[in-house]
Each structure stands twice: as structure tokens, then as C-alpha cells.
């Protein structure tokens, strides 16, 4: 095995060499060492993908499609998603410069940020918040501007916008919202979007709205902001989540035409084109498997009121989720507030694996992250053991 010549001139970013790795991968992955464990630390749906799906990649490789494509996406697609987008945002987006397909939605936050930030720029994210945001912001060359919304039952209010984009001044150039959230599972109504439309507006601010937990969301309409000030956003979603789809990295952007095509220009250095076989399976879920996410969505509600009872029964506090499937739980007072420390003995004594909410920001001490993204003999038996460890330790 090759080791690198110590005489190399000195090499590595300076900027990446500040941040440090994923901490839920890297708690995940030091977790997954203790036999035994459920894990219930990833994103990743346990559904399989829709079978009409799977038939539409087949064909494509029947059919040899497995040469470039266009940088932004097949047109097909970009037709499909505008369509799409039209029926659930009410939305005219252009599929020739408005809409781009990416390598899955992190991609397409990342080549947002790289295009349109430029060193020291100010991001509003308010927290909880996935951490990609945080560092995907800061591989770009900004700065993030923590809005704490713990207080607020973790939904941001205008005055908490207002106070943190006075305060950042004109370097404050970008918010990004994720809704229904990672990890609180809280989205916004209507009127409470309407209101933070108005100070976005107000400071002519750009949103990038990451929404693609859009489908899953449980106990009201999904509504978007780009229905409301659609000069201003750049709206993200993808496939992984609705459809069960997260290995085959297929997300998406859309937004005005002058601020893409300094997206389009990253995206197309950083990846070419998307891998043609995910385009076709994403144009027929699109096209004929838009009822898919309803099975999805009905049984994370059902695994998200189960967990609910559970959890309140063994002393958490919780916010209702109303979308995604996580939820953020606050560790109760007795076992203190090192979320990590209460985390990693949980792993260990009762095999059962959590997130601890301390990396996803501002608000977040004291709170673990659950997904319910497992089959319901996982969760019964993860609460099994969640209450055999609190009886042994009372």
C-alpha cells in the first residue's frame, strides 16, 4: 500500500481542514461495532422501491442508456418534475434553465451554496438543523448564523428572522429552510410561511427550501415558500425519501433562471450529468408513481404515534413531528443533558442506537434523534429495551 512521500509540498484545504467529519456517520459507524444493536440513527427508509420503479431501470439498461446525458437533466425529466412541481407548489418553473437534476438532494444544496456564496457570506439556518447545512456553508466559503428556535417550539418566527438578519448585516445573503425538518420533524402552515415570506422579501434575502420530506408530511398540507415569493427561492427535493430511493441519488433544484445557471455551472464541474438509469426510474415515479409515498406516509404515522406513547410513557418530553420520520426527544432530567454520554450508554446496555441532538446545533443539548424509518418489530422491540434500561438504572 502506497504511503504519501513526506516530501510532498504541503497539500489540503484549508478551509475542509477546520471542519470536522460527519458526526452522525461517525457516530453511526461506532455504534455499528456493539453486536446486537438496532439502530435507529439513519435517514434511510426501510421500504422497498415501488416495482413499477425498478421495471423503468431495467428497461433503461435494456434499452443501452448508458451514455452522457445533458448536464441538466433529461428533458423528460425536467418536464416531469415541472409538471410535478406545478401540481403540488402551484409553481410555473421553465424545464429548459429553471429546473436542474442532481446527484441526489445534498448535491444540489451543495452546488446552491458553492455558486452563489461568496467568502464570508452569512447563511441563516435556524436549529435544529441537519448538519450538512452548517458544513456544506462553510466548505463554500460562508459563515452560518445559528437561529435557535428551541424557545419557539423549534418553528421559527419572524421575529426570530428579523433579529438574526439585523444582526448579521448585509453579509447575510442566503436562509435555508428544511421542512418537514431534520431532525424535529416540525413544518410550517400556511400562515406562519406567509409571515416569514414577508421579512425574507422585506430584506431580499434568497431561501433555499429543502423539501424533500415534502410527501411525508402527516397533519396538514405541505405547503412551499416558493408559492409565495418565488423570485427568491431555490426549492430542493429528490426521489430518497417519497419513493425509498436513496441509493440511487436523484435529486433536484429549481428556481429563477438567472440564479441557476450559476448553479447549473458548479453542478456540471462537480458531476457532468446524473447516471441516466436513475432519471428513468425518477420519470416514471414521477409520472406514474405519484400515489406511491401514501403507503410510505401512513405507516411512518402510525410508527410515529406508537413511538409517541412510548416515549411519554418512559419521561420525554416531545415535540409533535408533523412530517419526516424522525423524532427529537429530549432526554429526561434525571439522566442530565450530555446528550453523547446518555447516547453512547444507551448503545452500549441496551443496544439500542440514537443520534445525540447536539449535532444539529443551536437548541439542540440534551436531545436525542430517533428515526422511525424501521419495521414496526424494531420499534416494538427497541421500546422493550428503552424500558428495561430505565427500570434497571431507577
Same mark, same amino acid.
Given at each position: 500500500?502506497?504511503?504519501?512521500?513526506?516530501?510532498?509540498?504541503?497539500?489540503?484545504?484549508?478551509?475542509?481542514?477546520? !471542519?470536522?467529519?460527519?458526526?452522525?456517520? #461517525?457516530?453511526?459507524?461506532?455504534?455499528?461495532?456493539?453486536?446486537?444493536?438496532?439502530?435507529?440513527?439513519?435517514?434511510?427508509? &426501510?421500504?422497498?422501491?415501488? &416495482?413499477?420503479?425498478?421495471?423503468?431501470?431495467?428497461?433503461?439498461?435494456?434499452?443501452?442508456?448508458?451514455?452522457?446525458?445533458?448536464?441538466?437533466?433529461?428533458?423528460?425529466?425536467?418536464?416531469? !418534475?415541472?409538471?410535478?412541481?406545478?401540481?403540488?407548489?402551484?409553481?410555473?418553473?421553465?424545464?429548459?434553465?429553471?429546473?436542474?437534476?442532481? &446527484?441526489?438532494?445534498?448535491?444540489?444544496?451543495?452546488?446552491?451554496?458553492?455558486?452563489?456564496?461568496?467568502?464570508?457570506?452569512?447563511?441563516?439556518?435556524?436549529?435544529?438543523?441537519? =448538519?450538512?447545512?452548517?458544513?456544506?456553508?462553510?466548505?463554500?466559503?460562508?459563515?452560518?448564523?445559528? !437561529?435557535?428556535?428551541? =424557545?419557539?417550539?423549534?418553528?421559527?418566527?419572524?421575529?426570530?428572522?428579523?433579529?438574526?438578519?439585523?444582526?448579521? /448585516?448585509?453579509?447575510?445573503?442566503?436562509?435555508?429552510?428544511?421542512?418537514?425538518?431534520?431532525?424535529?420533524?416540525?413544518?410550517?402552515?400556511?400562515?406562519?410561511?406567509?409571515?416569514?415570506?414577508?421579512?425574507?422579501?422585506?430584506?431580499?434575502?434568497?431561501?433555499?427550501?429543502?423539501?424533500?420530506?415534502?410527501?411525508?408530511?402527516?397533519?396538514?398540507?405541505?405547503?412551499?415558500?416558493?408559492?409565495?415569493?418565488?423570485?427568491?427561492?431555490?426549492?430542493?427535493?429528490?426521489?430518497?425519501?417519497?419513493?425509498?430511493?436513496?441509493?440511487?441519488?436523484?435529486?433536484?433544484?429549481?428556481?429563477?433562471?438567472?440564479?441557476?445557471?450559476?448553479?447549473?455551472?458548479?453542478?456540471?464541474?462537480?458531476?457532468?450529468?446524473?447516471?441516466?438509469?436513475?432519471?428513468?426510474?425518477?420519470?416514471?415515479?414521477?409520472?406514474?408513481?405519484?400515489?406511491?409515498?401514501?403507503?410510505?406516509?401512513? #405507516?411512518?404515522?402510525?410508527?410515529?404515534?406508537?413511538?409517541?406513547?412510548?416515549?411519554?410513557?418512559?419521561?420525554?418530553?416531545?415535540?409533535?413531528?408533523?412530517?419526516?420520520?424522525?423524532?427529537?426527544?429530549? !432526554?429526561?432530567?434525571?439522566? /442530565?443533558? &450530555?446528550?453523547?454520554?446518555?447516547?453512547?450508554?444507551?448503545?452500549?446496555?441496551?443496544?439500542?442506537?440514537?443520534?445525540?441532538?447536539?449535532?444539529?446545533?443551536?437548541?439542540?443539548?440534551?436531545?436525542?434523534?430517533?428515526?422511525?424509518?424501521?419495521?414496526?418489530?424494531?420499534?416494538?422491540?427497541?421500546?422493550?429495551?428503552?424500558?428495561?434500561?430505565?427500570?434497571?438504572?431507577?
Amino acid at each position: 500500500m502506497p504511503a504519501a512521500d513526506p516530501n510532498l509540498r504541503p497539500l489540503g484545504n484549508q478551509v475542509l481542514a477546520q !471542519i470536522a467529519p460527519s458526526a452522525i456517520r #461517525a457516530f453511526d459507524n461506532e455504534i455499528s461495532q456493539i453486536p446486537g444493536i438496532i439502530k435507529l440513527t439513519l435517514g434511510e427508509p &426501510d421500504f422497498a422501491v415501488p &416495482d413499477h420503479v425498478k421495471e423503468a431501470v431495467i428497461r433503461g439498461v435494456q434499452a443501452d442508456d448508458s451514455h452522457y446525458g445533458p448536464s441538466a437533466g433529461k428533458l423528460e425529466l425536467r418536464q416531469a !418534475i415541472a409538471a410535478y412541481l406545478k401540481k403540488t407548489r402551484g409553481v410555473d418553473y421553465e424545464p429548459n434553465g429553471e429546473i436542474i437534476v442532481t &446527484d441526489g438532494a445534498t448535491e444540489a444544496i451543495s452546488a446552491a451554496l458553492i455558486g452563489l456564496l461568496n467568502p464570508g457570506d452569512k447563511v441563516l439556518v435556524p436549529t435544529p438543523a441537519f =448538519s450538512l447545512y452548517f458544513t456544506n456553508t462553510e466548505m463554500a466559503g460562508g459563515e452560518v448564523v445559528m !437561529i435557535d428556535t428551541s =424557545s419557539s417550539d423549534f418553528t421559527l418566527t419572524p421575529e426570530q428572522l428579523e433579529t438574526a438578519i439585523m444582526a448579521s /448585516g448585509e453579509r447575510a445573503k442566503a436562509i435555508i429552510l428544511n421542512y418537514p425538518c431534520n431532525p424535529t420533524g416540525k413544518t410550517y402552515t400556511k400562515g406562519e410561511l406567509e409571515a416569514l415570506a414577508e421579512v425574507i422579501k422585506k430584506h431580499h434575502l434568497l431561501a433555499i427550501c429543502d423539501e424533500i420530506y415534502s410527501e411525508l408530511t402527516f397533519d396538514h398540507d405541505h405547503y412551499s415558500l416558493a408559492s409565495m415569493i418565488p423570485g427568491q427561492v431555490v426549492l430542493v427535493s429528490g426521489l430518497s425519501k417519497s419513493h425509498a430511493m436513496t441509493g440511487y441519488r436523484l435529486g433536484y433544484l429549481a428556481g429563477p433562471a438567472a440564479v441557476m445557471a450559476k448553479v447549473t455551472k458548479v453542478h456540471s464541474f462537480l458531476v457532468t450529468c446524473v447516471d441516466n438509469l436513475a432519471q428513468d426510474a425518477a420519470i416514471e415515479a414521477l409520472t406514474k408513481g405519484l400515489d406511491d409515498p401514501i403507503v410510505f406516509r401512513e #405507516a411512518y404515522k402510525r410508527r410515529r404515534d406508537f413511538l409517541l406513547g412510548e416515549l411519554a410513557e418512559m419521561g420525554f418530553e416531545v415535540t409533535r413531528p408533523e412530517g419526516a420520520f424522525y423524532i427529537f426527544a429530549k !432526554i429526561p432530567e434525571k439522566f /442530565g443533558t &450530555d446528550d453523547f454520554a446518555f447516547a453512547v450508554d444507551l448503545a452500549k446496555k441496551a443496544k439500542v442506537g440514537l443520534i445525540p441532538g447536539s449535532v444539529f446545533g443551536a437548541g439542540s443539548e440534551g436531545y436525542v434523534r430517533l428515526s422511525y424509518a424501521a419495521s414496526d418489530e424494531k420499534l416494538f422491540e427497541v421500546a422493550k429495551r428503552l424500558k428495561q434500561y430505565f427500570a434497571e438504572l431507577a
